[in-house]
């Protein structure tokens, strides 16, 4: 078979392939993914044209790839929570190209704020520098894939050698580490470390100081996207910065337990008055499945939150702070958190529920000893 006609045959495939993948991106519940999903996809297409057996190879693996995605998306348009799930993930940037794309603005360090070279004259061997946005990140549990990082281990890796310190025993014994592979070891881990942080699509804003009420997950006192880099100089801003992203994922998910769904028997025992007017104003909301998989898509999309410290006097004034929170209607299962944020309601139940324990066992250990015992009579007997 000649080259002419096996181009011939790849051409009218992945000409095929196109049109189903743009058929099921139609088919997405809203815009936003729909022109995500058609933009990936027309550039995965706008490629060289098949001229050589080598390429033809190539194009054969991503039409390959792509028959995948599009059995994902006919998943997903059919109600598969595991397929509209990964369509999600994809778009949001929790997976694929755009998660690094994400992640740039906090990676990227301007050369006047990098350390100097650990090898005089050799401008590659400046070490990573973690930036307080970064650091923020990597030491909070709802912004990582595995165990949250402690701010020793960041500025002290786990994989670094003993003999990196030349004033440990190993640095005595064996020489000191080369500067080499000292860098070289500096960077694995900061690549490693930051493939294992989710990244945020904004930067949130917030003029308060530090208290209670402002701790909990979802309080913002500036709507999400208000951050500019004129206003606030110097802040690192994300990639989705001013696109209020968050804002319109919250109102898909919606609030735990509202707008539900009337079942049958209670769309029977209305009248038709209340029904009509119930189902208008339910009918602009998405699907209880639908709504489900954006509270789970929350859960992985962690809130950075940007906060200048209002107090007057001490070491912190006007140091910016950084905290990392998830929104109220997310769902997500933790399994690494050294410390689980609370609110002050269930603080409070905490404490009163501890309290009326140790009433209990106050009152059980006073009753057993104002017991009369038995004479020893009656006991033998």
């Known amino acids: 078979m000649s080259l002419s006609s096996i181009n011939f045959q790849a051409r009218f495939a992945a000409r095929c392939l196109y049109r189903s993948l743009f058929r099921e991106t139609r ?12 933009i990936k ?9 098949h001229s050589t057996s080598q390429e033809i190879r190539f194009h054969k693996s991503k039409e390959k790839r792509l028959n995948q995605e599009l059995r994902k998306l006919r998943d997903a348009n059919e109600g598969d929570p595991v397929a509209l799930e990964y369509v999600l993930d994809n778009a949001y940037g929790r997976k694929g190209k755009l998660t690094h794309e994400l992640m740039e603005p906090f990676i990227n360090t301007p050369k006047s704020e990098m350390p100097p070279p650990m090898i005089q004259g050799v401008e590659k061997s400046r ?20 165990k ?4 020793e281990k960041i500025d002290k890796p786990t994989l670094l050698p003993a003999r990196a310190d030349p004033k440990s025993e190993e640095a005595r014994m064996l020489g000191p580490l080369s500067k080499r592979r000292h860098v070289n070891f500096l960077w694995r881990n900061f690549n490693h470390e930051v493939s294992l942080t989710i990244p945020p699509v904004s930067v949130e804003l917030s003029q308060r100081g530090r208290s209670n009420e402002g701790d909990l997950p979802g309080s913002f006192s500036s709507p999400p996207g208000s951050a500019s ?3 606030c100089p110097g802040i690192t801003l994300g990639g989705f910065q001013g696109a209020e992203i968050v804002g319109r994922l919250r109102s898909m998910a919606g609030a735990a337990g509202q707008h539900r769904t009337l079942t049958r028997r209670e769309r029977r025992a209305h009248s038709d008055a209340e029904v009509s007017s119930d189902s208008s104003s339910t009918s ?6 639908l709504r489900r998989s954006h509270r789970w898509l929350l859960g992985k999309l962690p809130l950075l939150e940007y906060r200048m410290s209002e107090e007057k006097s001490g070491a912190g004034k006007g140091r910016p702070l950084y905290s990392v929170s998830l929104a109220s209607e997310a769902l997500r299962i933790l399994r690494y958190k050294a410390r689980r944020q609370i609110n002050p309601v269930d603080h409070a139940w905490i404490l009163h529920g501890r309290k ?8 059980s250990l006073k009753s057993a000893k104002t017991t009369p015992k038995p004479p020893l009579d009656e006991q033998q007997e």
Do not use: C, H, I, W
């Not at 307080?132 to 912004?143: E, I, N, V, Y």
């Not at 949250?148 to 701010?151: A, E």
């Not at 602009?284 to 499945?289: A, D, E, F, K, V």
């Not at 009326?356 to 009152?363: G, Y």
């Open 127 to 146: 070490p990573p520098v973690y930036s307080p946005p970064l650091r923020a990140l990597m030491t909070s549990g709802l912004s990582r894939r595995t």
């Open 41 to 49: 996809f027309r550039d995965e297409f706008a490629a060289n044209p």
């Open 229 to 231: 880099g004129s206003s």
């Open 27 to 38: 088919k997405l519940p809203y815009d936003y993914l729909r022109f995500f999903y058609r």
């Open 356 to 363: 009326v324990r140790d009433q209990e066992r106050a009152r």
């Open 284 to 289: 602009l909301l998405p699907t209880r499945r």
């Open 148 to 151: 949250v990082l402690t701010p």
